[in-house]
């Protein structure tokens, strides 16, 4: 049997707070052409370490760490690329085309975002190694997902415009 993920999903009070800092974010990121982070504190859940045991790493995406990353223990300045935050992202799809969550593990811990995905997702790397993996929002259980780019805040790349989490 298939692990189920437990990711309640988006509330409205959580979208609306997004919104409400959507220019904030297009400021920090240090660029108006690319999509902003949206990565915040009421749209991610924290994941125990214990619940990684069924973890199916054929499944998921292992990233290498990018070793002068500003450490991410540095409060949420590492999300913040003005101030010398994290810039080089990953681009990950779920293999086939569904509505998805992306979770993450670093270390013995991780999380997993509670916004909905229809296609690709940009997830910034930081100075350890990160393992990405997928989650089906309709049922919870975990997908395959895929590299399919890399890129850096900033550059303008092909990948620009794709949701960064």
Do not use: C
């Not at 690709?120 to 393992?131: D, E, I, K, S």
């Not at 997928?134 to 780019?149: L, N, P």
Request: proline letters at 9%.
């Amino acid at each position: 049997m298939k692990k189920k993920w437990n990711i309640n999903p988006q509330g409205p009070l959580s979208r609306f707070g997004d919104l409400l800092m959507l220019p904030l974010m297009y400021l920090v990121s240090g660029t108006f052409r690319e999509s902003p982070q949206w990565t915040h504190q009421w749209n991610n859940v924290h994941i125990l370490p214990e619940a990684f045991r069924n973890l199916d790493h054929e499944m998921a995406v292992e990233t290498d760490p990018i070793p002068d990353a500003l450490p991410g223990r540095t409060g949420v300045r590492f999300h913040i690329p003005v101030f010398g935050g994290w810039r080089d992202y990953v681009v990950l799809a779920p293999e086939r085309e569904t509505r998805w969550r992306i979770g993450w593990q670093t270390g013995p811990g991780g999380g997993a975002s509670q916004i909905p995905l229809s296609g690709p997702v940009r997830m910034l790397r930081g100075p350890g190694p990160a393992t990405f993996f997928g989650i089906d929002a309709k049922t919870g259980e975990q997908i395959t997902i895929r590299i399919i780019g890399k890129g850096r805040i900033g550059d303008g790349g092909e990948f620009s415009k794709v949701k960064l989490l």
